[in-house]
């Protein structure tokens, strides 16, 4: 391209241009990724900068489906403000929390759930998206596969809980995504990724749990329906199962050596 004004020609306009458009574009993204959770609080005392401006977006309301209100984002008053069963074990920044409780009930560390909506995950049309298979009769476990109902389940010390009596399918992505153990006058949701299925003696099948002794699986949090499972209980249902990893049994929260 020939020269515009003395030693500036259109290929270095066009690429200041692109260098200003490319920066507002980083600009842009870091503020949209900054809606929830910022302005940022203290990890020692839950101060926070309730006038922070540099790189938040201005709010925006977002209109939810199938009539479930609205809201908006940033929002500096969204802050959880729930008490923690637990003490610092050191007054610096990041400093790991001790429980000062059952952290599994408490929702401390790997077992800590946040504050979903409490209503389901619904399908295009509004009806719940994930149920039992009993009352989904168009799904059903393929003609070569173990069917999990009936199986026994063992716990992480070795103790049969009780049986799967129902299958939890997604609807939209066909798929399992919970077993329903029966125990007792019990029923409680596994997730399926902590329930692994093996041969027991016998050549028969079971599946094991290895993140919950027998004795945990009462405090599994119960749902409100028999139909369907709101985001909040599939929350709490995941943390108490990941917080068990780590808090089930005393040994596994010490270090190895």
């Known amino acids: 391209m020939g020269e515009i004004v003395g030693n500036i020609d259109g290929a270095q306009i066009i690429l200041y241009a692109f ?13 949209e990724s900054r809606r929830e959770g910022y302005p940022l609080e203290n990890d020692l005392t839950g101060d926070y900068n309730k006038d922070a401006w540099l790189q938040l977006p201005s709010p925006k309301t977002f209109i939810l489906p ?5 809201r908006t984002f940033p929002d500096a008053g969204n802050r959880d403000t729930r008490p923690i069963a637990a003490k610092r074990a050191s007054m610096t920044p990041g400093a790991p929390l001790i429980p000062t409780g059952n952290p599994m009930i408490d929702g401390v560390g790997p077992a800590a759930w946040a504050e979903r909506p409490d209503y389901p995950d619904a399908m295009p ?68 990724h902590f329930a692994v299925q ?18 945990q699986f009462k405090d599994i949090p119960k749902l409100a329906s028999a139909e369907q499972i709101t985001f909040l209980e599939e929350e709490k249902i995941m943390a108490y199962f990941g917080g068990g990893e780590m808090y089930a049994m005393a040994g596994r929260s010490e270090p190895l050596l």
């Open 19 to 31: 260098w200003i458009f490319f920066a507002g574009l980083i600009w842009y993204l870091q503020a």
């Open 66 to 70: 199938h009539g479930q209100g609205t």
């Open 125 to 192: 049309h509004g009806e719940p998206k994930i149920v039992p298979m009993s009352i989904a009769p168009e799904f059903d476990i393929a003609a070569n596969d173990v069917d999990p109902r009936g199986l026994r389940v063992v716990a992480a010390d070795g103790e049969v809980v009780g049986e799967i009596s129902d299958i939890w399918v997604d609807k939209m992505e066909n798929y399992i995504r919970y077993f329903q153990v029966q125990f007792g006058k019990n029923q409680r949701l596994i997730p399926l």
């Open 198 to 215: 093996r041969e027991a003696r016998g050549r028969t099948r079971e599946y094991y749990v290895h993140n919950l002794t027998a004795a």
